[in-house]
C-alpha cells in the first residue's frame, strides 16, 4: 500500500508541473514577441526579417513570414489606431521647436494629453519633455510623474517614453503607486522596477527587477523577481522570483506563475486531509462547462489581479477575449451544449477520469446529457464483504435522454454506480481553477452529493398527444398521458459480497385518453352584462374615511349569456401496468383498467331548462400472484342523469348501476357473481334534489338551500340559509335523517365567520338533536378559531378550541383540544391544553428561541464577547418519552490583534422521562444533566441524556507576522448503516503576505465617545 501512495504522490507532481509550466512559458516572453511584430513598421519588420534570414517584401507578407517562424498566433487585443489626442501645457519654463514637429520642452513641465474623442486623459510632470508629433510620441526625463485619471494609481520614474497612438509605454526606474479597495479598505500596493514596459494600452505589461509589496522602505514581505509579467485578465508570470520577509528571503521559484485567468484544463491543485494532495482538472472540449467558477482567492492574490468582467473563450493554453473561432464553438453558444472531460489524481482516492455533456438538438428539442467517471482507487479490494469495502475499479454515470416538443415528451434514466458512496467522493470535486494550494490555503471540497446511494431507478418517463386541429370537433384529443417503465436495484449482500441487485421491474406503466364531440349545436339567445362590487378592508364608518373606503372598493364585470343547445359527446380511458420478479422475470402483477363514456346535453334555454345524461362502462382486470384470490375482474355500467332549472336554482341527480359482472380466481375455485339492473339501494348510487339561489338584501346577500336525499337510499333532509355582509357571514343548517320510515332531526348548526387583513374569527356550533341526553348541553360541540397578525408583521396570535358537551369518556364540559400561539422574530411558543373545562390540563408545549450574533465590547471595543443562541423544545406533559429538546449555541471571545477563539455546539436530550420525580418534572434535574454533558475530563458527559451532535472549535493566536490557529471538529456521521463520532483536529501557522501585514490601526469615538476600532483595522 506503501508503494502505490508514493506511486499516486509522484504522479500528482508530476501532473502539476506538466500542466503549470508550459502555461506559463506560453504565457510569458512569447507575448511581448508577439506584440513587437505586431506594432512593428516596415523598417523594423525588414530588420527582423533579414536577421532570421526570411525573404523580404511588403509589410504584410514579412510580418506573416515573422509570425510563422516563432509559431506565434496575432493577439485579438488591438491597438487603438490613429488616435487623435490634444496636448496642452499647463506648466513650463520654456519651449524650444526643433523642427515644426518636434519640440522640447523644459523648467517643471506639466502637460495634459487628453483624447479628442473624450474617453482618456493622463497629466505627465518632468523636469524636461521632447514631443515628436509627427511619430505620436513624447519622452520624459527626470523627476517624471504619470498620472493616468483612468486607473487607481500613478508613476514615478527618472524617465518615460509613450506612444500615444499604439498606447505603449517604456519607463526606467518607476515606482508604481496604486489603490486597491477591498473589504471596504484602502489598500496601497508599491511597485518598483528597473525597467516597465507596458504594451497596448497595458494589456501587457513586463517588469525587470521588479518589487512589489506594501511599503517603498523596509517592507514586511514582498515578492522580488527578475522578471514579471502581466497578462489581460490579470494574470502574472514570475522568473527567478523570491518571498522574501523583511530582507530574508523564504522561498525562491524559479518560474511561477499567479494565474487569475481561466487556464485550459482548470487545475485546483492542493491538499486536503481526507484525499491527500490532489490535482483535479477540467477541460471543456466546447462549449462553456457552468460548474466552472471562480475560485475563492487569497488576499495576496487578489490585490495583484486586474479584474476584467470581458466574456472569455480557451484558447491554446490561457482564456483570452477572442470569441468562438469555429463552426462547434458557435453551435454550441448558440444552443447551451457543452462536453466536459475532467482528470483527478488523489494521493489517498487514485486516479478518476471523467466525462459530463449536456447537448441540445433540433432547436433545444433533444437534450442529451449526463455524467460520468472511471477511478482506480488504490484502497479497492476485490471480495466485497462488508458495506464500506470498494473495488479497485469505481464507477458512476448518469446518462439522461430527453425529448420534448409540442405533441411528445420522453426522458430516459439510466444511472449505474459501482458503489454506494462513488457518487459522493468523486462528483464533489473542484472544478475552479486555483493553484494555491501548495502555498497553504486551505482547499475545502463542495458537499453537494452527500450520503450514499444504496438504491437506484432506471426510468422512462413519456407523454405522448396527437394533433387534433384536423379532426376537431369529432376527436378533440387523443393523448397517452402516461407511458412509463421502472427498474430498481439495490446495494446488498448476496452470498458473502456486496452487489447490486434488481429488486422490482415495472414495465409498462401506460394510460390512453380519447375524446370528441360528434354532434354539438349551439345558438346565443341573449347576452347582458352584470357588475358585481367587492368591497375591500372593513374600515371605521367615520365620515372623513368614506372617500378613501370607497376608493379601495373593486368593481367587477361578468357577462351572462343565455343559449339554447345540444351536445353529443365521447371519452375513452385505459389504463394498464404490470411488474415482473426481477430473477425469474416472469410476471407478479397485472392491472389494466378500460372506461367509456357517452354524455348527452341539451337545454332549449339555459336559464329555463338544462338536460345531461352520461352513460359509462368501466371494466378492471388485476393479477396478484402474491394473493390468495390471484384473479379478479369486474365490469360495470352505470346511468347518471341530471335535470336542472337553473332559474330558481332547482337541481335532480340520479346516478345508478344497471349491469355488474365479477369474475374471480383462486386455487381452489373460479367464482362469476352477475348482477342485473334494480331500483334498490346497492344499485343506484346518487338519487337527490336540492334548491338553491342567492338573493340580494339591501348591502347583504342572502342564500338559502334545501336538499334531499331520495328512496330507495337512505333519505336525508339539508337546510341551510346563509347572510353575507362584507366580511361577516352568519350561517345556520339543520339536517334530518331517516330513522323507522321517518325522518327526524339530527343535528343543528350555526357558524359566525370574519374576516379583514389582519384580524379572522371563526365560530361553528353543533346541536345532536337525534339523541336523549340527561343535559342539554352534553349534545353540544363548538369549534372556535382566531387569529391576529400586526399591520408590520412582527406580532403574530393564533387561537383554537374544540369543546365538546360530553366527550367519548363521558365527561361533561370537555375541551378536547385548546391551542395558544405567539409568535415574534426570535421567539415562538406553542401551547397545547385540554381536559374538563373546569380543571384543564396541559398536553404539549413546543418553542423556539434564537438569539443571533449578540456581542457585548468593553476596554475601550478591543475586546469583545459573542453568543448566539437557537433551542427547539417539544415537551409533552403526559407522555413522558415523548418530549425533545435540540439546544444550538455559539460562544466566542475576540482581542484586538491578539487572539479570536469561538466555540460552538449542538446537543440533543430525548431522555426527559429521568427528570420526573413522581408525576412532576424537575427542572434542576435538566440544568445538572446539561452541565454534566460538558464534562470531558471525567465520566459526566457518559451519564447524560444530552447527546452531543457536533461540536466546532477554532482558535486562532496573533503573533504580528505569524498566526497560531487551532481547529477542533467533531460530528455523528453515518458511516457504514452506523452513526460514529468523527473528530478532526488540525493546528498549523500561518505567515500573513503583502496588504495582510502592517495595516495601519484606525480608532474612531462612536455616540457614547467609547473609542472603536474601524473595519480597516
Not at 168 to 186: N, T
Not at 709 to 738: H, I, M, N
Not at 898 to 921: A, H, I, M
Request: proline share 4%; aromatic share 10%; hydrophobic share 40%.
Amino acid at each position: 500500500m506503501r508503494k502505490v501512495t508514493c506511486t499516486i504522490r509522484r504522479v500528482i507532481l508530476f501532473y502539476t508541473l506538466l500542466l503549470l509550466i508550459p502555461a506559463s512559458l506560453a504565457a510569458g516572453d512569447g507575448s511581448l514577441l508577439e506584440k513587437r511584430i505586431q506594432y512593428a513598421d516596415e523598417a523594423t519588420l525588414a530588420q527582423m526579417a533579414g536577421e532570421r534570414n526570411l525573404p523580404l517584401g511588403d509589410e504584410r507578407a514579412m510580418r506573416s513570414a515573422l509570425y510563422a517562424y516563432h509559431q506565434l498566433t496575432e493577439s485579438p487585443y488591438q491597438a487603438k489606431a490613429n488616435q487623435r489626442v490634444s496636448v496642452h501645457i499647463d506648466e513650463a519654463s520654456s519651449v524650444h521647436s526643433i523642427s515644426s514637429s518636434l519640440f522640447i520642452i523644459e523648467g517643471g513641465v506639466q502637460l495634459t494629453v487628453t483624447a479628442i474623442d473624450g474617453t482618456s486623459k493622463r497629466t505627465i510632470e518632468a523636469d524636461s519633455i521632447l514631443v515628436d508629433i509627427d511619430h505620436q510620441r513624447l519622452s520624459a526625463y527626470g523627476s517624471v510623474r504619470y498620472d493616468d485619471q483612468g486607473e487607481a494609481g500613478y508613476i514615478e520614474a527618472e524617465a518615460l517614453s509613450w506612444d500615444w497612438e499604439a498606447g505603449d509605454l517604456a519607463i526606467v526606474d518607476a515606482l508604481m503607486v496604486r489603490e486597491h479597495e477591498q473589504e471596504k479598505r484602502q489598500l496601497t500596493i508599491y511597485s518598483q522596477a528597473r525597467e516597465v514596459e507596458s504594451i497596448s494600452l497595458g494589456e501587457v505589461t513586463t517588469y525587470r527587477d521588479g518589487v512589489i509589496a506594501t511599503r517603498v522602505d523596509d517592507p514586511l514581505s514582498s515578492i522580488r523577481a527578475e522578471r514579471m509579467v502581466f497578462r489581460p485578465g490579470g494574470d502574472l508570470i514570475i522568473k527567478n522570483a523570491t518571498l522574501n520577509i523583511g530582507r530574508v528571503p523564504l522561498l525562491w521559484l524559479p518560474f511561477f506563475p499567479f494565474i487569475n485567468n481561466r487556464m485550459v484544463g482548470n487545475p485546483a491543485v492542493g491538499i486536503n486531509s481526507d484525499r491527500g494532495m490532489f490535482v483535479s482538472t477540467t477541460w471543456e472540449i466546447f462549449g462553456r462547462y457552468p460548474k466552472i467558477g471562480e475560485a475563492d482567492q487569497s488576499e495576496a492574490l487578489a490585490l495583484l489581479a486586474k479584474q476584467t468582467k470581458a466574456e472569455r473563450y480557451p484558447g491554446s493554453i490561457i482564456y483570452s477575449a477572442a470569441g468562438p473561432d469555429t463552426a462547434l464553438e458557435r453551435w454550441a453558444e448558440a444552443s447551451s451544449s457543452y462536453l466536459a472531460i475532467t482528470a483527478d489524481a488523489y494521493e489517498r482516492r487514485g486516479v478518476a477520469l471523467g466525462l459530463e455533456s449536456s447537448i441540445s438538438l433540433f432547436s433545444k428539442r433533444l437534450s442529451i446529457s449526463g455524467l460520468g467517471m472511471v477511478a482506480l482507487d488504490p484502497a479497492g479490494v476485490e471480495q466485497r464483504s462488508t458495506y464500506a469495502m470498494v473495488a479497485p475499479l469505481r464507477y458512476y454515470a448518469e446518462p439522461t435522454i430527453a425529448y420534448d416538443s409540442k405533441n411528445s415528451k420522453v426522458r430516459l434514466e439510466l444511472p449505474l454506480y459501482s458503489d454506494p458512496s462513488v457518487k459522493s467522493l468523486y462528483a464533489n470535486r473542484l472544478s475552479a481553477f486555483t493553484i494555491e494550494g501548495p502555498m497553504g490555503k486551505a482547499m475545502e471540497f463542495p458537499t453537494t452529493y452527500g450520503g450514499d446511494i444504496n438504491q437506484t431507478q432506471w426510468r422512462l418517463t413519456s407523454s405522448f398527444s396527437a394533433p387534433t386541429q384536423y379532426t376537431r370537433p369529432y376527436l378533440t384529443s387523443l393523448s397517452i398521458p402516461v407511458l412509463n417503465a421502472q427498474i430498481t436495484r439495490q446495494y446488498k449482500k448476496d452470498g458473502d459480497t456486496y452487489s447490486w441487485q434488481y429488486t422490482a421491474i415495472e414495465v409498462p406503466d401506460a394510460s390512453v385518453k380519447a375524446a370528441g364531440t360528434p354532434l354539438s349545436l349551439r345558438r346565443t339567445l341573449t347576452s347582458k352584462e352584470v357588475k358585481e362590487d367587492k368591497a375591500g378592508p372593513v374600515v371605521p364608518q367615520e365620515r372623513l374615511l368614506t372617500p378613501f373606503y370607497k376608493a379601495s372598493e373593486k368593481e367587477s364585470k361578468r357577462v351572462v349569456n343565455t343559449t339554447q343547445e345540444l351536445t353529443l359527446s365521447y371519452s375513452l380511458e385505459g389504463r394498464y401496468n404490470q411488474r415482473f420478479d426481477p430473477k425469474t422475470l416472469d410476471p407478479l402483477y397485472r392491472y389494466s383498467f378500460s372506461k367509456a363514456a357517452i354524455r348527452l346535453f341539451g337545454t332549449p334555454h339555459s336559464r329555463l331548462l338544462t338536460i345531461a345524461e352520461e352513460l359509462s362502462g368501466q371494466l378492471s382486470i388485476v393479477e396478484d400472484t402474491n394473493k390468495k384470490t390471484f384473479y379478479n375482474q369486474e365490469g360495470q355500467i352505470f346511468l347518471t342523469s341530471r335535470l336542472a332549472i337553473p332559474i330558481v336554482g332547482l337541481e335532480y341527480q340520479v346516478s345508478q348501476r344497471l349491469v355488474r359482472q365479477q369474475i374471480t380466481e383462486d386455487d381452489t375455485a373460479r367464482k362469476q357473481i352477475d348482477e342485473a339492473w334494480a331500483f334498490n339501494a346497492e344499485q343506484v348510487t346518487v338519487h337527490r334534489i336540492s334548491l338553491g339561489s342567492s338573493y340580494p338584501l339591501f348591502a347583504a346577500v342572502v342564500r338559502p338551500s334545501l336538499t334531499v336525499v331520495l328512496p330507495p337510499l337512505k333519505q336525508s333532509l339539508l337546510a341551510q340559509v346563509s347572510v353575507g355582509y362584507r366580511g361577516v357571514t352568519l350561517s345556520a343548517s339543520l339536517s334530518y335523517q331517516e330513522k323507522d320510515g321517518h325522518l327526524n332531526a339530527e343535528r343543528f348548526s350555526a357558524a359566525l365567520r370574519y374576516s379583514d387583513q389582519l384580524f379572522s374569527f371563526d365560530l361553528e356550533g353543533r346541536y345532536r338533536l337525534s339523541e336523549v341526553a340527561a343535559s342539554v348541553s352534553d349534545l353540544l360541540s363548538i369549534t372556535q378559531n382566531a387569529a391576529y397578525k400586526s399591520s408590520s408583521g412582527f406580532l403574530k396570535v393564533s387561537q383554537s378550541l374544540v369543546y365538546e358537551g360530553l366527550s367519548k369518556a363521558k365527561v361533561a364540559h370537555w375541551i378536547e383540544r385548546l391551542t395558544l400561539k405567539a409568535e415574534i422574530p426570535h421567539l415562538l411558543l406553542h401551547y397545547t391544553a385540554h381536559g374538563p373545562i373546569d380543571g384543564l390540563k396541559s398536553l404539549e408545549m413546543k418553542g423556539s428561541v434564537s438569539l443571533i450574533d449578540q456581542s457585548l465590547r468593553f476596554y475601550k471595543g478591543r475586546i469583545a464577547l459573542f453568543w448566539g443562541v437557537d433551542t427547539s423544545l417539544y415537551f409533552h406533559f403526559e407522555d413522558h418519552y415523548a418530549s425533545r429538546l435540540e439546544f444550538k449555541a455559539h460562544l466566542g471571545l475576540s482581542i484586538a490583534e491578539f487572539l479570536d477563539c469561538s466555540l460552538s455546539v449542538k446537543s440533543v436530550n430525548t431522555g426527559f422521562y429521568r427528570y420526573y420525580e413522581g408525576d412532576q418534572v424537575r427542572l434542576g434535574l435538566l440544568w445538572q444533566d446539561l452541565l454534566r454533558s460538558f464534562d470531558f475530563g471525567g465520566d459526566g458527559r457518559h451519564n447524560t441524556q444530552f447527546n452531543l451532535n457536533s461540536i466546532d472549535f477554532d482558535f486562532s493566536h496573533d503573533l504580528g507576522d505569524w498566526s497560531l490557529n487551532c481547529k477542533y471538529n467533531a460530528s455523528v456521521v453515518l458511516s457504514n448503516n452506523q452513526y460514529r463520532w468523527v473528530p478532526t483536529v488540525s493546528v498549523f501557522l500561518c505567515w500573513k503576505v503583502l496588504s495582510e501585514l502592517d495595516i495601519e490601526e484606525r480608532w474612531t469615538q462612536d455616540n457614547v465617545r467609547n473609542w472603536v476600532r474601524s473595519d480597516a483595522t
